[in-house]
């Protein structure tokens, strides 16, 4: 697994305490140290750089130790590491991300203000499109990590899903968990043309004929990271979110794992993104994997 720590994002909230909780506990769990970053929201270069010059050792060591008690309380223990930058959040946290040494970035569902209110302005979707490494965002009411917690990831079968196929068997092998691989496909359905009308290719036999063969390939090619991993699949006739959603809860998964969009995925694609529609519905703290190649935007 590459890095050696796990980073906490925060905006030092109450409803952000369920993510450090994951964050310290996963970190434990991998043997990885936890840090805490906390990002001042300034997009003025001018006041940024008044602040700095301002801002001494003295200052800065009372802002650190209120980051520090903010996780204390939150967690009962002290974080290995404390990170305060000034700046924008997105950019702040890609750069620090992008030193190359963070495993995994936890972040909550929410932080000032509720779920509902989780617009693609905010900084928690800004990070979602454009990860700048593994990210975790922790869903308050299915937050459980331990040892053998159950694993799903959602495949495509697309080169995406190769690289979240890597990084979940590296988390799966380090937890003693069980790796469920999930593909749910919506068959067509229309009520003026019969499926025995519909082109051969198009018909729900065919199409469920395809994603059998698309999981076993899938399955074949990842042999050799599959090895000695407690792996079922499950392929799903339903719509891609609504199928993972139903498959969460019957097989209580404690977190799901899927591959980012490509790099070079237009606006819209973006937008209409399985991976971005599952963040907005999902049911179960979720790890965005991102895509071979893939640079977050600054």
């Known amino acids: 697994m590459q890095g050696k720590r796990v980073v906490i994002g925060t905006d030092l909230s109450e409803n952000a305490q369920p993510a450090a909780r994951y964050a310290l506990k996963l ?41 520090r008690d903010w996780f204390e309380e939150a967690t009962g223990e002290a974080p290995d590491g404390v ?14 991300c992008q030193k190359g040494d963070v495993a995994f970035l936890v972040i909550g569902m929410s932080g000032r203000g509720a779920w509902n209110k989780f617009i693609f302005g905010s900084t928690a979707m800004e990070l979602a499109h454009t990860p700048p490494c593994p990210l975790i965002i922790v869903h308050p009411e299915r937050d459980r990590v331990e040892a053998g917690m159950e694993i799903a990831l959602g495949t495509d079968f697309s080169e995406r899903s190769d690289r979240a196929m890597e990084v979940g068997v590296a988390l799966v092998n380090k937890l003693k968990s069980p790796m469920h691989l999930v593909h749910a496909h919506a068959l067509s359905a229309t009520t003026v043309i019969l499926d025995s009308e519909l082109p051969e290719a198009l018909q729900s036999t065919a199409i469920v004929d395809w994603a059998e063969e698309a999981m076993a390939s899938f399955m074949k090619r990842h042999d050799a990271l599959l090895e000695g991993v407690d792996c079922d699949a499950h392929l799903l006739s339903q719509s891609p979110v609504a199928g993972l959603r139903d498959f969460v809860e019957s097989a209580n998964i404690d977190l799901v794992v899927v591959g980012h969009y490509p790099a070079d995925a237009g606006r819209l694609d973006r937008l209409a993104s399985v991976m971005v529609k599952w963040v907005q519905n999902m049911n179960c703290t979720t790890l965005i994997v991102p895509a071979p190649g893939a640079i977050a935007a600054r």
């Open 83 to 96: 990170m305060l930058e000034v700046g924008s959040p997105m950019r702040s946290t890609c750069e620090m």
């Open 27 to 67: 970190g434990r769990l991998l043997g990885l140290e936890v840090h805490v970053l906390h990002v001042l929201d300034v997009s003025l270069k001018s006041w940024k750089s008044a602040f700095e010059e301002v801002s001494g050792a003295q200052l800065r060591d009372k802002l650190d130790a209120r980051i």
